[in-house]
């Protein structure tokens, strides 16, 4: 992951309560379903930030929810707008973060391996 200025995270930060208050409250697209935001990279110019999502049914439903996200991204930014005190609010990338999936997968595999070496000790 990058490294972000103190400003660029600190607008992450903002923008990252804000959409989430905004995807609870605001949003009524169906495909968007429960989405949880878990990161966001502002460009060094502030014209563009990446938002990276995950989804709580997994990432069979992250392509159809990143389209609506995409698809709702002028509303959202419009929002951000009235709400945030910027000059410029960037534009949003939507981006589908399996991050959590991939730990999840990889605890697993250290668990049935130690459970493994329990089963077959040396001698």
Not at 73 to 80: G, K, Q, T
């Amino acid at each position: 992951m990058k490294r972000l200025t103190p400003r660029a995270q600190r607008i992450g930060d903002q923008l990252q309560r804000e959409l989430m208050d905004l995807l609870k409250n605001e949003v009524k697209d169906p495909r968007v379903g429960m989405v949880t935001i878990t990161a966001i990279e502002v460009a060094a110019d502030y014209g563009h930030a990446k938002v990276f999502f995950t989804h709580l049914a997994g990432a069979e439903h992250g392509a159809g929810a990143a389209a609506a996200l995409e698809h709702a991204a002028s509303f959202l930014r419009r929002e951000l707008s009235h709400r945030l005190m910027l000059r410029s609010v960037p534009q949003l990338h939507f981006v589908y973060d399996d991050s959590i999936e991939t730990g999840l997968k990889l605890s697993r595999l250290i668990d049935a391996a130690i459970e493994e070496d329990r089963q077959h000790p040396s001698t």
